[in-house]
């Protein structure tokens, strides 16, 4: 298996050193050039289950594998792409997308390397702005930039397009789908929009909570694009409403009886 | 250019007042000077080289002692920023240390070492270090955790990390450092050479308060205000403010 997730446990420790235990016994098994999204209620893990595959995020328990090796910590073969576009402000657009690449590749290769991916999000126009001189979308695209100029086995997004509007997001989907046909990357995509995961995914993966874990993984055969208004995409959606709301009410309904027992 | 204006009319209408003052006598011509005998003492002071001779001397200690002051502060400041365990150890110190006015560690030089000009610097590198130290230390803990994150997940780590991301990062705080660092040398430059023997800007301000000669102490005053606002405006505060537009810390 190509990123194999396996009985994977993660517990933080509070200031009294009591554990919370956010999921545990979590597997999941992605394939190589696979789009997969996951789902779920806030809260679940789903962040945290991404920041544990970058290697920023400690492992309670299980192993996660990358083509059969194990991950201990952040490296270059995994790319990440934050809800914040976290672009280094010091640094100018080509600079940014530059930065993963110093002492990988030579200088000429890596200037032609960031060239063809800003090109790849369109801003070869603005090569060299400032990174606060951009639109929040703009911005967000170099992150996609950048992370994909490393060339990184695995595309990780957590939540990417979700401080946009639904225009720009739209734009992004439209361009997010021709990079990964393009590059043939494996991408694990975590977001809040159930039809941003079916309009993109070959798979989408449903987290519950309280404990976290996974409740159900769709397999979308669907050609792309994808219409909002197609009966499938609508009976899918239907599908992935009604267990994503019952999490939900599940973890009201909890917040609200802890409420009232204070 | 109203501004401008503006701020010369008002000058003009300060110079009045100190005029009008004068001529109608209310203190003695020995304690209050007329503005035209204090642009006298300006001219001949500059003119005969005295004053030109004590701002060099004020500018050696200012820059040696700026110098050594960013140079500790900056250590002190990136150890405390980088270890907790310095940080908790010592960071209480630092703060207690960094409100101590200046003037007061000048009987301390002299009594350590005489009235020579390494006590002027020693005092002032003790005005300058703690506040450089502070800002360092706050600059170093300013740096987003994210882009500390994102820097990881492009395999940057350890050295090459704090290079990379958290020197440049922090870079608009050192500045505000620097420029802090610099008044507050300033301010103890002039305690040390007003106690010391000489020579400097202070000291020529005190000589001229023995001999009593009031238009000479208010020439110094202007001078001392005059460097203190330019070099601040037109040096430190540019700076800085060039370095948040660039970091996009300052909307334009
Ligand atoms: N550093 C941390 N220390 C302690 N608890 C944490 C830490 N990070 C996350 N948690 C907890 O772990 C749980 C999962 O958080 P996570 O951010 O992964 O959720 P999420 O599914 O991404 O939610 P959202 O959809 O709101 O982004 C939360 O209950 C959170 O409080
Ligand atoms: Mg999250």
């Not at chain 1, 200031?15 to 992605?30: A, G, K, P, R």
């Not at chain 1, 009604?242 to 009886?257: C, Y």
């Amino acid at each position: 298996m190509f990123l194999a997730v396996d009985n994977l446990g993660k517990s933080f420790s509070d200031q009294d050193d009591e554990s919370f235990e956010v999921f545990s016994e979590i597997d999941l098994n992605i394939e190589e050039n696979q789009f997969v999204s996951l789902l779920g209620p806030s809260g679940c893990g789903k962040s945290t289950l991404l920041s544990m595959v970058a290697g920023l995020e400690s492992i309670s328990k299980g192993s996660i594998k990358l083509e059969g090796e194990e991950i201990k910590k952040a490296g270059p073969d995994r790319g990440m792409v934050f809800q914040s576009p976290s672009l280094f402000p010091w640094l100018n657009v080509k600079e940014n997308v530059l930065f993963p690449l110093k002492g990988h590749w030579s200088k000429q290769e890596a200037s032609e390397r960031a060239d063809r991916f800003l090109k790849m999000v369109h801003l070869s126009r603005f090569k060299n702005h400032y990174t606060h001189e951009l639109s929040g979308g703009m911005q967000q695209r170099v992150a996609i930039a950048r992370a994909l100029a490393m060339d990184p086995k695995v595309l990780l997004m957590d939540e990417p397009f979700g401080a946009l509007d639904e225009q720009t997001r739209h734009i992004l989907h439209e361009e997010l789908m021709k990079i990964w046909q393009e590059t043939q990357k494996t991408i694990l995509f975590v977001t809040h929009s159930i039809q941003e995961a079916i309009k993109l995914s070959d798979r989408v993966v449903v987290m519950g909570t309280r404990p976290g874990r996974i409740i159900a993984d769709f397999t979308i055969d669907l050609p792309r694009p994808r219409k909002r208004e197609d009966e499938e995409v609508i009976a899918l959606e239907r599908k992935v409403m009604d267990l994503l709301e019952g999490e939900i009410n599940k973890v009201l309904k909890e917040e609200l009886s802890h409420e009232v027992s204070y | 250019m109203k501004l401008a204006i503006k701020r010369i009319a008002f000058l003009v209408v300060v110079l009045g007042i100190w005029q009008l003052i004068y001529s109608i006598g209310i203190f003695e011509n020995i304690v209050f000077p007329s503005p035209s005998k204090v642009a006298n003492a300006l001219y001949t002071g500059f003119a005969d080289g005295d004053f030109v001779k004590a701002l060099g001397a004020s500018f050696r200690h200012l820059f040696m002692g700026l110098f050594l002051a960013i140079l500790f502060g900056t250590t002190i400041g990136v150890l405390l920023g980088k270890s907790r365990q310095a940080d908790e150890t010592a960071g209480m110190y630092l703060i207690a240390l960094q409100s101590i006015p200046s003037i007061v560690w000048v009987p301390l030089a002299i009594m350590l070492f005489g009235f020579s000009e390494f006590a002027v610097v020693f005092v002032v590198v003790l005005g300058g270090t703690f506040v450089m130290a502070l800002n360092v230390r706050i600059a170093i803990h300013s740096v987003p955790p994210q882009l500390i994150r994102a820097a990881r997940t492009m395999g940057t780590n350890g050295i090459p990390l704090f290079f990379r991301i958290e020197v440049p990062s922090s870079i608009p705080y050192f500045m505000t450092g620097i420029r802090l660092a610099w008044a507050f040398s300033w301010r103890a430059l002039m305690a040390g050479e007003l106690l010391s023997n000489g020579p400097g800007l202070g000291y020529s301000l005190r000589y001229a308060q023995d001999y009593a000669r009031m238009d000479q102490v208010i020439a110094i005053i202007i001078i001392i205000g005059v460097i203190g606002a330019v070099v601040d405006q037109l040096v430190f505060s540019k700076l800085e403010k060039n370095v948040m537009r660039r970091w996009g810390l300052l909307k334009t």
